[in-house]
């Protein structure tokens, strides 16, 4: 999507190998990174969170293909060789690194001005590219987001347990703190069942250095660079990064629009993806149309 320089105002559902996508792998800082491309028209890029990496947005890309060139791609650490816990880690030290491999990507993939799509940390890694790399992107959508990311007592010792003590994927105990993620405890099913096993494909070290990553991400100084058609959405029932702060992040960004996906939590673009979409859709229709004048 091109914008001029100013712009005016059941378990099949869930398969882990996008058979209909085109993989691709590029570089991003020397590592190699996995890129899916599915669908056709304009191109959108989604950003994948913390953990679960672009397999976690698989459904949301599926049907966003509808109407979209769909970019999937997954971050440096995404691809470790192991699942669990290891020593190892990523060597992108923050925020602005991720961002500039966002940017490094649009650029291998030839992509003129893309719609940037992020989820949670993959929203905080749109918006410093927003800040950052204004001219090279044509819309923003983040979903799940803060322009501050407040660290509590639980963020704290989930980075320290996942620092240093090898845990079980199917600890049940553990598994109880990804219900947060829904904003009420999920049914038993496919779904849930999906998060908990694409969240734990990526290895601890990473989401421990994410975590430490985020808690120094702090844009709210910057927001005003931000000069692209902007929509934020949030879950009405996300406690982890609750809709009052996204709705202030929304009112920061000059004409940004915000939107409240009813009964959704942090990861309403899995659980209410119908509505997240119909959001993106009709924001970006406005967007095109306001081009096209």
Known sequence: MKLAAKWHGSSS?????????????????????????????????????????????????????????????????DGHPCSGFSASSSRVWDMGGHASDLTSLIDQLQLDCPVVFGVSFGGAIALEMAIEYPDRLGALVVQGTDARFRT????????????????????????????????VKPEPGPLADFVVERIWETDQSIMAQRLAQIENFDVT??????????????GSKDVIVPAAR????AESIA???????????????????????RHVRRHLLKVKASVQR
């Open 13 to 77: 559902t869930f398969f882990s190998c996008p058979e209909e996508g085109r993989l691709v792998r590029v570089k991003l800082g020397g590592e190699p990174a996995d890129v899916i491309r599915m669908g056709k028209g304009d191109p959108l890029v989604l950003v994948p969170g913390l953990a679960g990496g672009w397999k976690l947005l698989l459904p949301l890309a599926r049907r966003l293909a509808h109407d979209f060139e769909v970019i999937l791609y997954g971050l440096r650490g």
């Open 152 to 183: 509590t007592i639980g963020s704290s010792i989930a980075r320290r347990v996942l620092e240093r003590f090898p845990l079980p994927t199917d600890n049940g105990f553990v598994n109880q703190f990804f219900n947060l993620l829904h904003g």
């Open 221 to 234: 100084d910057r927001l005003w660079r931000i000069d692209v058609p902007t929509l934020v959405l949030a």
């Open 246 to 249: 996204q709705k202030v992040l």
């Open 255 to 277: 004409g940004a629009r915000f939107e409240a996906v009813e009964g959704a939590g942090h990861i309403g673009f899995l659980t209410h993806r119908a509505e997240v979409i």
